[in-house]
C-alpha cells in the first residue's frame, strides 16, 4: 500500500511539472496578439541564422511580406504625424507616405537583424490595454548573455492583431518619430520629410 501511496505522489509531481511547463511555454495561441509577434521575431532569427547567404536584398524580399502581415504601417505613420498633419495632406502625399514609411520599416530590419550570435527571444507575457489594444512583453538574449526588452503594441482592426508600437527598453519608437517627423514637415514641409526617410532607407541598404 505504501509503495503504490508512493507511485501516486510521484504521478501526481511529474503531473505538475509537465503542467508548468505547458504554462511556461513560449509557444502562443493561434490568432492572439503573441502570435503576431511571435511570427515577426522567428522570421527575423531567421533571416540572421542565414546572414552568410543572404545580403541585404535576400533579407528585405524575406522580410518584406512578414512586416506586411504583422505591422499595421497605415496606422503608425498616421499617430506619428496627428490627425491635423494627415488631414492637411491629400490623397497623393498620404499615399507616398505610406509606402515610403513602409520602405523603410522593412528596410531597418533588414539592416539591422543580419548576423546570427546565437540571440534568441524569450516571451514574458501578454496583457490587455486600454481601447482593446494588447502588450506582448519579450526580450531579446544575446549570444553574450546581454538583454534588450523588446515590448509591442497591437491593436486589431480586422480579423488579425497588427503591431503599432514597439518600445525599445522601455523608450517608444512611436514617440520617437513622432517628435522627429512632426518637426521637419512643419519646419521643412512634406518633401523634406520624405526626402529624409529615403536617405535613411539608402542608409539601412549601406549598412553592411
Known amino acids: 500500500m505504501q509503495r503504490i501511496l508512493i507511485l501516486i505522489s510521484i504521478l501526481m509531481m511529474s503531473l505538475a511539472i509537465s503542467?508548468?511547463?505547458?504554462?511556461?511555454?513560449?509557444?502562443?495561441?493561434?490568432?492572439?496578439?503573441?502570435?503576431?509577434?511571435?511570427?515577426?521575431?522567428?522570421?527575423?532569427?531567421?533571416?540572421?541564422?542565414e546572414g552568410e547567404q543572404l545580403d541585404y536584398s535576400g533579407r528585405l524580399a524575406s522580410l518584406t511580406?512578414?512586416?506586411?502581415?504583422?505591422?499595421?504601417?497605415?496606422?503608425?505613420?498616421?499617430?506619428?504625424?496627428?490627425?491635423?498633419?494627415?488631414?492637411?495632406?491629400?490623397?497623393?502625399?498620404?499615399d507616398?507616405?505610406?509606402?515610403?514609411?513602409?520602405?523603410?520599416s522593412i528596410a531597418t530590419y533588414a539592416g539591422q537583424f543580419k548576423q546570427y550570435s546565437e540571440e534568441q527571444f524569450k516571451?514574458?507575457?501578454?496583457?490587455d490595454l486600454p481601447r482593446d489594444q494588447?502588450?506582448?512583453?519579450?526580450?531579446?538574449?544575446?549570444?553574450?548573455?546581454?538583454?534588450?526588452?523588446?515590448?509591442?503594441?497591437?491593436?486589431?482592426?480586422?480579423?488579425?492583431?497588427?503591431?503599432?508600437?514597439?518600445?525599445?527598453?522601455?523608450?517608444?519608437?512611436?514617440?520617437i518619430k513622432r517628435s522627429e517627423y512632426r518637426s521637419i514637415i512643419q519646419r521643412e514641409g512634406f518633401q523634406s520629410l520624405i526626402g529624409m526617410l529615403?536617405?535613411?532607407i539608402s542608409e539601412a541598404e549601406h549598412t553592411e
Open 96 to 104: 507616398l507616405i505610406i509606402e515610403t514609411f513602409r520602405q523603410l
Open 134 to 175: 494588447k502588450l506582448v512583453r519579450s526580450q531579446l538574449i544575446k549570444g553574450d548573455g546581454g538583454i534588450v526588452n523588446f515590448d509591442y503594441v497591437l491593436h486589431q482592426p480586422a480579423e488579425h492583431w497588427m503591431i503599432i508600437n514597439i518600445l525599445f527598453d522601455g523608450v517608444s519608437d512611436l514617440a
Open 19 to 49: 503542467l508548468v511547463s505547458a504554462a511556461n511555454t513560449d509557444e502562443p495561441k493561434p490568432g492572439s496578439a503573441h502570435a503576431v509577434v511571435h511570427d515577426l521575431q522567428q522570421s527575423l532569427l531567421q533571416v540572421m541564422r
Open 65 to 94: 511580406p512578414v512586416v506586411d502581415r504583422t505591422h499595421d504601417i497605415e496606422m503608425i505613420i498616421k499617430t506619428i504625424l496627428g490627425a491635423t498633419l494627415w488631414h492637411e495632406l491629400d490623397q497623393v502625399q498620404q
Open 198 to 200: 529615403k536617405e535613411k
Open 123 to 127: 516571451f514574458l507575457e501578454q496583457r
